[in-house]
């Protein structure tokens, strides 16, 4: 049973840090593309960053290049989110998704009409407010 589950987010200052995690069961995160997403109230969901198993394709939203990151650390099988320089535009639902179809994750990040991934976390609420 494949299960995504974010943790990490929280209120956070203006110009401050935070690191979200995506801790994966269900299936080996170093063989399928993995991405992180976030949803605004009243806004579309957005892809921030989607990698493919061997990071060959990579795909970084305006919003997120210069100030997020994306790692994986496979003996945990859990990926990262770390968002730096945050600012109030950044408050959102943020989740992580995958899906075992071969370039679906990575379009469905870069904004292209492809079916949606498979699976999603559960999100995690990232807020930031002085």
């Known amino acids: 049973q494949v299960q995504l589950v974010e943790s990490g987010g929280g209120l956070v200052h203006p110009g401050g840090s935070l690191r979200l995690s995506c801790a994966a069961s269900?299936?080996?995160?170093?063989?399928?593309?993995i991405g992180w997403f976030r949803q605004a109230p009243g806004k579309e969901r957005e892809g921030l960053l989607c990698i493919n198993s061997n990071d060959n394709m990579t795909y970084y939203s305006d919003s997120a290049k210069g100030r997020f990151t994306i790692s994986r650390d496979y003996a945990k099988n859990t990926v990262f989110l770390q968002m730096n320089s945050l600012k109030p535009e950044d408050t959102a639902a943020y989740y992580c998704?995958?899906?075992?179809?071969?370039?679906?994750?990575?379009?469905?990040?870069?904004?292209?009409?492809?079916?949606?991934?498979?699976?999603w976390g559960q999100g995690t609420q990232v807020t930031v407010s002085s």
């Open positions: 998704a995958t899906d075992f179809r071969p370039l679906i994750l990575y379009y469905y990040c870069s904004g292209y009409q492809v079916s949606e991934p498979n699976y």
């Open positions: 269900g299936f080996a995160l170093e063989h399928f593309a």
